[in-house]
C-alpha cells in the first residue's frame, strides 16, 4: 500500500491486511497456519529532476506485509488464492507442495534406498566374483520430498484460479560400506 505519510500507508497496510486474514480464517485456515514473513515500510522517492545538484526527495511511502499461508484442504486453494486477491493481496510469492505427516513415506524410501544399495552391491560382488561380506557402515546422504511434475496432473477445483496439484516424489539416497567376505 502507498500513501503520503508513513503512517497513512502503515494504516491502509494494516486494513488491508486484517480484511485477508478475516477472509482466510472465515475460509477457514486455521490461525496456526498463518505466519507474518515480512513487514516493512519505506519511502518513495522522485527521480531527480534534470539539475545534478537537485537531491531527491520522499514522494510517499510504501508499507508491505508479506503473510506465508499453509492450505491443508487442497481443494480449496484456488478459492483461498482468489478470495484474498479480491481483498487487498497483490503480490503472491511463490506455491509449494509438501506432505503433512512425511514420516511414514520418508522411511518407506529410506527402506527402499537401502534395498537398492544392497541389491548394487550384491551385483558389484558377483561381478567381481566375490562375496559380498556385512555391512561396516551405512549413512543417510539425503531423503527430501520433492513436487514432481508429471503426466499424473490433476487440475484442483477452482473456476478462478486453477492450480495443479501433481504428485510429491519422496527420495533416500544412502551410502553402505560392505567387507568382502572371505
Known amino acids: 500500500t502507498e500513501a503520503k505519510t508513513a503512517v497513512g500507508a502503515l494504516e491502509k497496510n494494516s486494513t488491508s ?17 498463518l505466519q507474518t514473513r515480512n513487514l516493512s515500510l519505506s519511502p518513495r522517492w522522485t527521480s531527480r529532476s534534470s539539475s545534478v545538484d537537485a537531491p531527491p526527495e520522499i514522494s510517499g511511502f ?6 506465508t499461508v ?10 483461498v ?23 511414514s513415506a520418508t522411511d518407506e524410501a529410506r527402506k527402499q534406498a ?8 550384491t ?3 558377483q561381478a567381481a566374483g566375490v562375496a559380498l561380506g556385512d555391512v561396516l557402515s551405512i549413512s543417510e546422504d539425503r531423503a527430501a520430498a520433492q513436487p514432481f511434475g508429471g503426466v499424473e ?7 478462478v484460479v486453477p492450480v495443479a496439484e501433481g504428485e ?4 533416500a539416497s544412502v551410502t553402505m560400506i560392505f567387507a568382502i567376505a572371505d
Open 17 to 33: 491486511t486484517s480484511a485477508v486474514l478475516d477472509r482466510l480464517n472465515a475460509l477457514g485456515i486455521d490461525l496456526r497456519d
Open 62 to 67: 510504501v508499507a508491505t506485509n508479506t503473510i
Open 70 to 79: 499453509r492450505v491443508r484442504d487442497l481443494p480449496k486453494l484456488g478459492e
Open 81 to 103: 488464492l482468489d478470495a484474498v486477491v479480491r481483498d487487498g493481496a497483490n503480490t503472491f510469492h511463490g506455491l509449494s507442495f509438501g506432505l503433512q505427516e512425511p514420516r
Open 114 to 121: 537401502v534395498a537398492d544399495a544392497i541389491a548394487k552391491a
Open 123 to 125: 551385483l558389484y560382488a
Open 153 to 159: 496432473m490433476v487440475r484442483m477445483a477452482s473456476d
Open 168 to 171: 510429491l516424489t519422496i527420495r
